[in-house]
């Protein structure tokens, strides 16, 4: 799904967008349920291309799932919650800040809400402006891998797997280079997604999947040598099998 920065900033365009796109959601996890193909769509980064949020992926797998009567679900990507920190809501102090000092915060708002800091509106205003534009802002935990992994981790059937130091998505390596600055740590999403199956089963939501594909999603330079691009494969799968010794494993084993 896309939403263009037109639709984004009109909250009226911004719902029948929406809508649409789950009406297409809800056909192609029809359409995949007669093949007996599992669905799944990956979770992104910003509010253009939305299942950006865990809320939001939570709402969506609902209600395709209640209009489908098939399940879609989500993948997760270890970097994908690289973004989501720009778009926390900020609070009435921060935007009184913003109009003593404009700054970087002010260019992750929509655009009204830009033109009434710039004047001089009141902050109290401003902040009560801010609940129709609720698809543009996130929580602290979307910005965290781990809390997406804990909470929906038991409803993606692939995760996919890239080295990342929290703050971009360049689908780096699991080499040792990478892993020393990397967050993301076998062990940690193992645990992390273990703790999703032990959670209680959200209302509403489709079954939890029984198995899930672990898969390296790296990107190189075009001028990178086949030796190294090689190479650099080899360690990351080595780095894996240090805690995924065999295919198919039980997370009980895991941890």
Known sequence: ????????QDPDKYRLVDQYIEDCLVRM??????KSVIFSYEQMYTP???????K??????????????????ITIDTAHSVGQSKFIKPT???IYEMQKTENERMEYLPEAIQEMIISGKDPTQIYECLDKYDYWFTERADSD??????????YSPIVHLQQTDGTFSQHKPFTAENNEKGIIEPKAVFEAISKSYTAPSMEGMPPKVKDIYLVFELFFSVTDSTKKIINDLKESISYWRQYLPRDGMTLDELI
């Open 145 to 154: 891998i781990y809390e997406w992994l804990s909470r929906l981790g038991c």
């Open 1 to 8: 799904s896309a939403y263009s920065d037109d639709v984004l």
């Open 29 to 34: 996890t029809e359409y995949a349920a007669e």
């Open 92 to 94: 009435e102090s921060q």
């Open 56 to 73: 939001g992926c939570i709402e969506r797998m609902k209600n395709v799932y209640r209009r489908a009567k098939s399940p879609m679900y």
């Open 48 to 54: 253009i291309q939305g299942m950006w949020t865990i």
